[in-house]
């Protein structure tokens, strides 16, 4: 309604990166809620995942140039690490800290291997 009252357009972007919970029904939910709020977009909607490689091609960019760090925290860690900042009512900022910590993470090459071996995977941040 922003964008109509200012002469632009009104766009869809569908998140759908996150493979698991972007289910079929889910997108529909969307389409069908904005459907009844008779919301239309002025184009058709960007769909995320369909630029999955290109997003893959910025990160290895930003890492390989130090504008981005691999983080192996656990998605259990972060969880916990969160719920002790909600407890401390702080925000939930996370240390970089654990990327170093330990021998094993000094060696990067290595430490990815291992954390790939094990089925973990890392984010980009």
Same mark, same amino acid.
Request: aromatic content about 10%.
């Given at each position: 309604? &922003? +964008?109509?009252?200012?002469?632009?357009?009104?766009?869809?972007?569908?998140?759908?990166? @996150?493979?698991?919970?972007?289910?079929? +029904?889910?997108?529909? +939910?969307?389409? @069908?809620?904005?459907?009844?709020?008779?919301?239309? =977009?002025? #184009?058709?909607?960007?769909?995320? &995942?369909?630029? =999955? @490689?290109?997003?893959? #091609?910025?990160?290895?960019?930003?890492?390989?140039?130090?504008? /981005?760090?691999?983080?192996?925290?656990?998605? #259990?860690?972060?969880?916990?690490?969160?719920?002790? /900042?909600? %407890? #401390?009512?702080?925000? %939930?900022?996370?240390?970089? %800290?654990?990327?170093?910590?330990?021998?094993? &993470?000094?060696?990067?090459?290595? %430490?990815?291997? +291992?954390?790939? =071996?094990?089925?973990?995977? &890392?984010?980009?941040?």
């Amino acid at each position: 309604m &922003y +964008a109509k009252r200012h002469n632009g357009k009104f766009l869809v972007r569908v998140e759908d990166t @996150d493979r698991e919970r972007s289910t079929d +029904a889910a997108v529909k +939910a969307i389409f @069908d809620g904005l459907s009844w709020l008779e919301l239309f =977009a002025d #184009e058709e909607p960007v769909f995320q &995942y369909s630029r =999955a @490689d290109r997003h893959r #091609e910025v990160v290895n960019e930003l890492l390989q140039r130090g504008g /981005a760090y691999r983080d192996f925290t656990s998605a #259990e860690e972060t969880g916990r690490l969160r719920d002790l /900042a909600k %407890a #401390e009512q702080r925000l %939930a900022a996370l240390d970089k %800290a654990c990327l170093f910590s330990c021998d094993e &993470y000094r060696d990067l090459k290595a %430490a990815v291997a +291992a954390f790939k =071996a094990n089925g973990n995977k &890392y984010v980009a941040k």
